[in-house]
């Protein structure tokens, strides 16, 4: 009883003298929680009634959060509130964790008035605080050793009072957003009085200001340093990489800015005397250089690791083994690394992804490994690593994903090599793009586990049957394409469950439509394009395939199609085939119909209108005649593109009236009367031609209110008059065209000065989107493999192939007509044009000088006008003319001389008796000595003197003009002879061979000219 008397006293005492009031403490409190003091319980009250709470949590936080202030109130212990803790001594607040507590609103200004004055850890991350960060809060924090305000809204300079936290130990500032700042002045006071910090996280603070030189004046003591996504510029010193204790450091993201010409945070990784407790290291998205040093492999307690993206290059070294710990992703993708592959990495037990997409690294993969037993992921795609897939990367035990697409392997494992049963967890396998040959390995078809299998573009051979493709279970994508000695075979009374989604046989050896896959019940895209399948496809052959959405049987040898294959089809590619007769209309739900290049002959069938959905139509390069049907103009709301060129149609063109369409090809055929109106309504339209045809119009002015407008070509037609554009600011303009073909019709009066001003997309050296938005989020496409345009280049017409793929490709095309009149000077601010010409009219006065402004053009035409003067010196300024032709007009005087005016031949000039000079065989008048022409070249002179040095030179140009401006665009085809692009381009070849060897067995014989004088 006397012991328990003098305790009750000594606790009576102690209350007594650490409380702020003499109220007595209850007896749950001393069995639970010391009883906090009210001036800090309503303290803390206030603080809650200055905030308000959001209606759900910051979206940072899990669904567990709540918001912890919501049960505060003055008749409870406030050291039993929710985020609260005292000290069970002394009873006062030290540590408020409000993390994740829904709080909203501004810190006032007198915020520490309410926070407990001996608070040690203060935590108010993900919350949804603004504004500025209140200077008083940290003068009246100076207790603190943990204060995390991350993942608010924070805005402005962080104080410079944040240095008079000297007792911090962990500091975390992490922003949403990078208005929250920190200028040099300030950090560099904070890393000299913060000299217990061992954690610091400024992830998001903008730290552009900050030198990363200043990072050294950081406490030893660290042993986290978080820097992420700060805007660091400049080169860090290495030796931040060797802080004695440092164990996390994350200083990724500080890439440059594009558009400010900043490299953002270099440096080099020290390349010796680094022995560092680095457990995590993330330098990823930054900009350090150099090559990858041989003392990575002394980080022996890295766990994670993380450098990629950035400027290395090299080799990587081969010191993984002494990296036992580590764990996780290894990133080293799409970097400069060469050499051999570092053969260690695969003895790493812990690893999960291992990715070393688009490298140059080469060698073979070993035949034996102990390690990799948690791989999951292993992308080695875009190498050149060579020799045998291994048979061990089938039996690792986590192994889901193997990406060896684009590399150098030649063989498979054998079906010997690998274990039975199969036990591989393997998903996605990806082997395109190689040198494999021979049959493929029967065991891949037995994982069990696999649903993608890619073995496309290689030397695969042998057959593939039906029994083989039943096997997989859950093999969802098949993709064999691009191996030319590799067929397909079934058997029709087959009956088997295939589990394919997508199946790619294109360019195999196939010779027959696989009808015998039609029971594959979830089939929905097949692609059978160049192969062999010759014949029919017959209604038998057609009935099923009940999910098949994507069809392509483009470039084989069809010859007849009783029936689209499925009733649900989405896309439909039949392509340069050999189809004859009359054009089978298609099922409803197609969006896209691609049919052209056959033999198709007769009517466009009128239910083709019924494809509602329709978004892509090409019937081109057919035999397809009649009248376009009327309903074709609007029967899609969502139609894109419309091919109907090189066929037999006549009548006039139908109303278009779709809002979306921007595709219109109705060239090569018959078409008569005027352009229509309509297309006024077609707002996104890009592309226009309606060249060869009969239409009997004036110049369709009113397209110039079309805001997309890119490509216009009305060549061949019987289109007259004047071209008006007003002067007036409500005329209509063309700000975006950059090509417009009026050729070969009947357009008098002067060259339209005014529509020239208008031509915007010309005047300027860029590149344009093609992509035109149509709604807050769409963006549909020109289909650049379906739009082109034939152009003169030459004297070659040639098809010009137009999409995002190619470099703007700016012509403007007035030869051929009956324009009259000077050239105007406001053609040469034309500065983006490659193509001008406007020969064969009657166009009188000078070339302006002006035109040599235009140092982009590639080919100039002004032959066959009434042109005099001399020729302007000014267009040897334009050294990227291949092709110039100033022919049958009446030129005079001396031809300029010098860059590539010295490549153009006697085509060039001809029909000019006023012009001399080289390449004409007219020599300088005696009557003006002062300007005599170049001298002709012998040559017949020696080697070394200037003769075969001009001759090579000539040579050259000739091969440069002809090559560069023929390849201008892989889509040239000739179609003034019918001849295919094959032979046209044989012919090209076969001319330059020509020439080559000319002037080889040229330089043979002076030569031995030479050597036969020395003898004699």
């Given at each position: 009883?006397?012991?328990?008397?003098?305790?009750?006293?000594?606790?009576?005492?102690?209350?007594?003298?650490?409380?702020?009031?003499?109220?007595?403490?209850?007896?749950?409190s001393l069995n639970s929680a010391p009883r906090c003091f009210p001036g800090e319980s309503s303290g803390l009250l206030q603080f809650k009634s200055?905030?308000?709470?959001?209606?759900?949590?910051?979206?940072?936080?899990?669904?567990?959060?709540?918001?912890?202030?919501?049960?505060?109130?003055?008749?409870?212990?406030?050291?039993?509130?929710?985020?609260?803790?005292?000290?069970?001594?002394?009873?006062?607040?030290?540590?408020?964790?409000?993390?994740?507590?829904?709080?909203?609103?501004?810190?006032?200004?007198?915020?520490?008035?309410?926070?407990?004055?001996?608070?040690?850890?203060?935590?108010?991350?993900?919350?949804?605080?603004?504004?500025?960060?209140?200077?008083?809060?940290?003068?009246?924090?100076?207790?603190?050793?943990?204060?995390?305000?991350?993942?608010?809204?924070?805005?402005?300079?962080?104080?410079?009072?944040?240095?008079?936290?000297?007792?911090?130990?962990?500091?975390?500032?992490?922003?949403?957003?990078?208005?929250?700042?920190?200028?040099?002045?300030?950090?560099?006071?904070?890393?000299?009085?913060?000299?217990?910090?061992?954690?610091?996280?400024?992830?998001?603070?903008?730290?552009?200001?900050?030198?990363?030189?200043?990072?050294?004046?950081?406490?030893?003591?660290?042993?986290?340093?978080?820097?992420?996504?700060?805007?660091?510029?400049?080169?860090?010193?290495?030796?931040?990489?060797?802080?004695?204790?440092?164990?996390?450091?994350?200083?990724?993201?500080?890439?440059?800015?594009?558009?400010?010409?900043?490299?953002?945070?270099?440096?080099?990784?020290?390349?010796?005397?680094?022995?560092?407790?680095?457990?995590?290291?993330?330098?990823?998205?930054?900009?350090?250089?150099?090559?990858?040093?041989?003392?990575?492999?002394?980080?022996?307690?890295?766990?994670?690791?993380?450098?990629?993206?950035?400027?290395?290059?090299?080799?990587?070294?081969?010191?993984?083994?002494?990296?036992?710990?580590?764990?996780?992703?290894?990133?080293?993708?799409?970097?400069?690394?060469?050499?051999?592959?570092?053969?260690?990495?695969?003895?790493?037990?812990?690893?999960?992804?291992?990715?070393?997409?688009?490298?140059?690294?080469?060698?073979?993969?070993?035949?034996?490994?102990?390690?990799?037993?948690?791989?999951?992921?292993?992308?080695?795609?875009?190498?050149?690593?060579?020799?045998?897939?291994?048979?061990?990367?089938?039996?690792?035990?986590?192994?889901?994903?193997?990406?060896?697409?684009?590399?150098?392997?030649?063989?498979?494992?054998?079906?010997?090599?690998?274990?039975?049963?199969?036990?591989?967890?393997?998903?996605?396998?990806?082997?395109?793009?190689?040198?494999?040959?021979?049959?493929?390995?029967?065991?891949?078809?037995?994982?069990?586990?696999?649903?993608?299998?890619?073995?496309?573009?290689?030397?695969?051979?042998?057959?593939?049957?039906?029994?083989?493709?039943?096997?997989?279970?859950?093999?969802?994508?098949?993709?064999?394409?691009?191996?030319?000695?590799?067929?397909?075979?079934?058997?029709?009374?087959?009956?088997?469950?295939?589990?394919?989604?997508?199946?790619?046989?294109?360019?195999?050896?196939?010779?027959?439509?696989?009808?015998?896959?039609?029971?594959?019940?979830?089939?929905?895209?097949?692609?059978?394009?160049?192969?062999?399948?010759?014949?029919?496809?017959?209604?038998?052959?057609?009935?099923?395939?009940?999910?098949?959405?994507?069809?392509?049987?483009?470039?084989?040898?069809?010859?007849?199609?009783?029936?689209?294959?499925?009733?649900?089809?989405?896309?439909?590619?039949?392509?340069?085939?050999?189809?004859?007769?009359?054009?089978?209309?298609?099922?409803?739900?197609?969006?896209?119909?691609?049919?052209?290049?056959?033999?198709?002959?007769?009517?466009?069938?009128?239910?083709?209108?019924?494809?509602?959905?329709?978004?892509?139509?090409?019937?081109?390069?057919?035999?397809?005649?009649?009248?376009?049907?009327?309903?074709?103009?609007?029967?899609?709301?969502?139609?894109?593109?419309?091919?109907?060129?090189?066929?037999?149609?006549?009548?006039?063109?139908?109303?278009?009236?779709?809002?979306?369409?921007?595709?219109?090809?109705?060239?090569?055929?018959?078409?008569?009367?005027?352009?229509?109106?309509?297309?006024?309504?077609?707002?996104?339209?890009?592309?226009?031609?309606?060249?060869?045809?009969?239409?009997?119009?004036?110049?369709?002015?009113?397209?110039?209110?079309?805001?997309?407008?890119?490509?216009?070509?009305?060549?061949?037609?019987?289109?007259?008059?004047?071209?008006?554009?007003?002067?007036?600011?409500?005329?209509?303009?063309?700000?975006?065209?950059?090509?417009?073909?009026?050729?070969?019709?009947?357009?008098?009066?002067?060259?339209?000065?005014?529509?020239?001003?208008?031509?915007?997309?010309?005047?300027?050296?860029?590149?344009?989107?093609?992509?035109?938005?149509?709604?807050?989020?769409?963006?549909?496409?020109?289909?650049?493999?379906?739009?082109?345009?034939?152009?003169?280049?030459?004297?070659?017409?040639?098809?010009?192939?137009?999409?995002?793929?190619?470099?703007?490709?700016?012509?403007?095309?007035?030869?051929?007509?009956?324009?009259?009149?000077?050239?105007?000077?406001?053609?040469?601010?034309?500065?983006?044009?490659?193509?001008?010409?406007?020969?064969?009219?009657?166009?009188?006065?000078?070339?302006?000088?002006?035109?040599?402004?235009?140092?982009?053009?590639?080919?100039?035409?002004?032959?066959?006008?009434?042109?005099?003067?001399?020729?302007?010196?000014?267009?040897?300024?334009?050294?990227?003319?291949?092709?110039?032709?100033?022919?049958?007009?009446?030129?005079?005087?001396?031809?300029?001389?010098?860059?590539?005016?010295?490549?153009?031949?006697?085509?060039?000039?001809?029909?000019?008796?006023?012009?001399?000079?080289?390449?004409?065989?007219?020599?300088?008048?005696?009557?003006?000595?002062?300007?005599?022409?170049?001298?002709?070249?012998?040559?017949?002179?020696?080697?070394?003197?200037?003769?075969?040095?001009?001759?090579?030179?000539?040579?050259?140009?000739?091969?440069?003009?002809?090559?560069?401006?023929?390849?201008?665009?892989?889509?040239?085809?000739?179609?003034?002879?019918?001849?295919?692009?094959?032979?046209?381009?044989?012919?090209?070849?076969?001319?330059?061979?020509?020439?080559?060897?000319?002037?080889?067995?040229?330089?043979?014989?002076?030569?031995?000219?030479?050597?036969?004088?020395?003898?004699?």
């Open positions: 009883m006397g012991r328990s008397r003098i305790l009750f006293v000594f606790l009576l005492f102690y209350f007594g003298v650490n409380s702020s009031s003499l109220s007595w403490p209850s007896s749950s200055s905030l308000s709470l959001d209606s759900s949590p910051s979206s940072s936080c899990d669904s567990t959060s709540s918001p912890k202030t919501k049960s505060w109130n003055e008749t409870t212990n406030c050291c039993l509130w929710e985020g609260v803790s005292c000290d069970k001594v002394t009873a006062h607040v030290i540590a408020l964790d409000l993390s994740c507590s829904w709080l909203n609103g501004y810190l006032p200004q007198n915020s520490s008035l309410f926070l407990p004055p001996r608070l040690q850890r203060l935590n108010l991350a993900h919350n949804h605080f603004g504004g500025s960060l209140p200077s008083d809060l940290l003068r009246q924090l100076v207790s603190l050793t943990h204060l995390n305000l991350s993942f608010n809204w924070f805005s402005g300079l962080i104080p410079s009072e944040i240095s008079l936290l000297s007792e911090l130990i962990s500091l975390d500032f992490s922003a949403n957003n990078y208005d929250f700042t920190i200028e040099k002045h300030s950090f560099d006071t904070l890393a000299r009085n913060l000299s217990k910090l061992t954690y610091l996280s400024f992830d998001g603070v903008n730290m552009s200001s900050v030198p990363p030189l200043s990072l050294l004046n950081l406490t030893s003591t660290l042993k986290r340093l978080s820097l992420s996504y700060c805007q660091l510029v400049g080169e860090l010193p290495s030796e931040v990489f060797r802080f004695p204790h440092l164990q996390y450091l994350d200083l990724s993201s500080n890439y440059g800015d594009l558009f400010a010409l900043n490299d953002g945070l270099t440096g080099f990784l020290p390349k010796s005397n680094w022995t560092s407790p680095l457990e995590f290291l993330d330098i990823s998205s930054c900009d350090f250089k150099g090559q990858l040093p041989a003392s990575l492999g002394n980080l022996t307690q890295i766990v994670s690791l993380n450098l990629i993206p950035n400027n290395f290059e090299g080799k990587i070294p081969d010191v993984f083994g002494s990296l036992k710990k580590l764990a996780g992703d290894l990133n080293f993708r799409s970097s400069n690394f060469r050499g051999p592959f570092p053969l260690t990495i695969f003895n790493l037990t812990q690893i999960t992804v291992l990715d070393f997409f688009n490298n140059s690294l080469e060698g073979e993969l070993p035949a034996h490994v102990i390690g990799l037993h948690n791989l999951e992921a292993l992308v080695l795609e875009k190498n050149q690593i060579s020799g045998g897939v291994p048979s061990w990367l089938f039996a690792l035990p986590s192994l889901k994903i193997l990406a060896l697409n684009h590399n150098k392997f030649l063989t498979l494992p054998t079906d010997d090599q690998i274990q039975n049963p199969i036990t591989s967890s393997l998903e996605e396998i990806y082997l395109g793009s190689n040198q494999i040959h021979g049959s493929i390995p029967s065991f891949l078809f037995d994982l069990v586990n696999l649903t993608d299998l890619d073995l496309s573009s290689n030397n695969l051979s042998g057959v593939i049957t039906s029994e083989m493709l039943s096997k997989p279970r859950s093999l969802a994508t098949l993709d064999l394409s691009n191996n030319s000695l590799l067929s397909l075979s079934g058997r029709e009374t087959d009956d088997f469950n295939y589990s394919f989604h997508t199946l790619s046989f294109s360019s195999c050896n196939i010779s027959r439509f696989p009808s015998f896959l039609k029971t594959a019940k979830k089939l929905a895209t097949l692609h059978l394009s160049n192969n062999k399948i010759k014949g029919s496809i017959s209604k038998w052959e057609s009935n099923g395939w009940e999910q098949l959405t994507n069809l392509d049987l483009s470039h084989n040898s069809l010859t007849g199609l009783e029936q689209y294959p499925g009733q649900n089809l989405e896309s439909v590619d039949i392509s340069s085939n050999q189809l004859r007769g009359p054009l089978l209309a298609p099922p409803p739900s197609l969006h896209k119909f691609l049919i052209s290049k056959n033999n198709l002959t007769g009517d466009i069938p009128t239910l083709i209108c019924n494809l509602t959905s329709l978004e892509v139509l090409d019937l081109s390069l057919n035999n397809l005649g009649g009248i376009i049907p009327a309903c074709l103009g609007n029967f899609s709301q969502s139609l894109l593109t419309i091919n109907l060129q090189m066929n037999n149609f006549h009548g006039q063109i139908p109303a278009f009236d779709s809002k979306k369409l921007q595709t219109l090809a109705l060239n090569d055929n018959q078409l008569e009367g005027v352009l229509p109106r309509s297309l006024v309504h077609c707002i996104f339209l890009v592309f226009l031609n309606v060249a060869n045809n009969k239409l009997n119009d004036t110049f369709p002015h009113w397209l110039g209110g079309l805001p997309n407008l890119e490509v216009i070509v009305l060549r061949a037609n019987r289109f007259h008059g004047p071209i008006g554009i007003g002067r007036a600011p409500s005329y209509s303009s063309f700000p975006k065209l950059e090509i417009i073909d009026l050729s070969q019709n009947a357009f008098t009066g002067a060259l339209p000065t005014n529509l020239f001003k208008t031509l915007t997309a010309m005047k300027f050296e860029n590149t344009t989107w093609r992509c035109i938005r149509t709604g807050p989020t769409e963006r549909p496409c020109v289909d650049e493999k379906r739009n082109s345009v034939q152009v003169v280049m030459k004297s070659l017409q040639m098809e010009l192939q137009l999409g995002t793929t190619h470099p703007d490709f700016t012509i403007i095309d007035f030869s051929s007509n009956q324009f009259f009149g000077r050239i105007p000077e406001v053609v040469g601010q034309l500065v983006a044009l490659l193509v001008l010409n406007l020969s064969h009219n009657h166009l009188t006065g000078f070339i302006p000088p002006v035109l040599g402004h235009m140092r982009l053009v590639e080919s100039l035409d002004l032959s066959s006008n009434k042109l005099g003067g001399r020729i302007p010196p000014e267009l040897t300024n334009l050294t990227f003319l291949e092709v110039l032709n100033l022919s049958h007009n009446n030129l005079v005087g001396p031809i300029p001389q010098g860059k590539q005016f010295d490549s153009f031949d006697y085509d060039s000039y001809i029909g000019n008796p006023g012009l001399w000079g080289c390449p004409l065989p007219k020599k300088c008048p005696r009557i003006n000595p002062i300007e005599p022409p170049p001298p002709i070249i012998n040559v017949d002179q020696e080697d070394d003197d200037l003769g075969i040095s001009h001759i090579i030179w000539k040579v050259a140009a000739m091969g440069y003009g002809c090559g560069t401006v023929l390849g201008l665009s892989m889509g040239y085809i000739v179609f003034t002879t019918g001849r295919p692009w094959w032979i046209v381009r044989k012919i090209e070849r076969d001319w330059q061979i020509h020439v080559t060897n000319w002037f080889h067995n040229r330089r043979i014989q002076t030569r031995r000219r030479r050597n036969a004088n020395a003898t004699r």
